[in-house]
């Protein structure tokens, strides 16, 4: 069985989508099945994956709201099976107001794609409202990006406060999967700190590996790639390869290098 990972933070502009796009493409070279679903209205996912977001149909909306055919929706690309997004999502909340199963509905779309991948994806939008908490409640696990700034650990309560209460009342089963340090620079005190408040606050949940300030992470998407694709020797595309190696041992399973 596959494992679904929602990568959550309502906090803005802390790697969600870098992370997302980048450990997806870092767990397919290391030969797992990735399915990718761009759960944000921004789309930004989709486009880092090269897939046009204004030209795909059906998209993660469609599957939704309209009841289409979700293995009708995934869009093979060279690093990640894709269920893309767009700008129309943004007013699914409001119509999933009325629906029957309204927590489930992502759950639902996924639940046929866990025997045929290993790791199931999903960019949340940079809030909590409905369509995170349906990846929530689609999740086995959730990853949490966390900036080293020092905002970052606001609101980490706040998420922490939701998942207990989907823990609680609609997903018994969800974990935390661990939690990434990402935009980090060593050369500053502000970075080592914001990571040892963090370590503090999740003992032996979070990972070895951090993700740097890095260009090359923040020219990718407008190509169209991944970092690993765009400059497979940056020191981004060698934070995201650590990354998913850790990711994998993590669950337990062996990781082979070529």
Same mark, same amino acid.
């Given at each position: ?5 929602? =990568? #959550? ?10 992370? +997302?796009? *980048? ?13 990718? +679903? ?5 789309? *930004? ?7 046009? /977001? ?15 055919? +979700? ?14 997004? *767009? &700008?129309?999502?943004?007013?699914? !909340? ?9 927590? $489930?509905?992502? /759950? ?8 045929? $991948? ?22 086995? !696990? ?7 700034? $020092? $905002? ?9 406060? !939701? =998942? ?15 939690? #990434? ?17 963090? &370590? ?24 169209? /790639? ?24 993590? *669950?337990? +399973? ?5």
């Amino acid at each position: 069985m596959g494992k679904t990972i929602a =990568i #959550v933070n309502q906090k803005g502009g802390v790697g969600k989508t870098t992370t +997302c796009v *980048n450990l997806a493409a870092a767990l397919k070279a290391l030969d797992r099945r990735i399915l990718v +679903c761009d759960f944000d209205p921004q789309a *930004n996912t989709t486009s880092g994956f090269g897939v046009d /977001k204004t030209a795909s149909s059906p998209s993660i909306y469609d599957v939704l709201i309209d009841g289409a055919d +979700c293995r009708k929706a995934i869009v093979p690309t060279v690093w990640a099976d894709v269920i893309p997004s *767009n &700008k129309a999502l943004a007013g699914a !909340t409001v119509e999933m107001i009325g629906m029957s199963r309204r927590e $489930y509905l992502l /759950k639902d779309a996924l639940a046929p794609f866990h025997e045929e $991948y290993d790791y199931i994806f999903v960019d949340c939008p940079p809030s909590l409202e409905l369509l995170t908490l349906n990846a929530l409640c689609a999740a086995d !696990t959730i990853l949490v990006p966390v900036q080293c700034e $020092y $905002y970052a650990l606001e609101g980490l309560s706040d998420l922490l406060s !939701t =998942i207990r209460i989907v823990k609680r009342s609609l997903n018994p089963d969800i974990d935390l999967e661990g939690v #990434v340090l990402t935009m980090f620079d060593g050369r500053t005190n502000l970075s080592m700190q914001v990571a040892e408040e963090v &370590k503090r606050h999740f003992p032996g949940k979070v990972y070895a590996t951090v993700i740097p300030r890095n260009v090359r992470l923040s020219e990718a998407p407008s190509h169209g /790639k991944p970092v690993t694709a765009y400059d497979g020797l940056s020191r981004g595309a060698e934070a995201y390869r650590a990354l998913a190696e850790e990711l994998v041992e993590k *669950n337990g +399973c062996a990781v082979t290098r070529v």
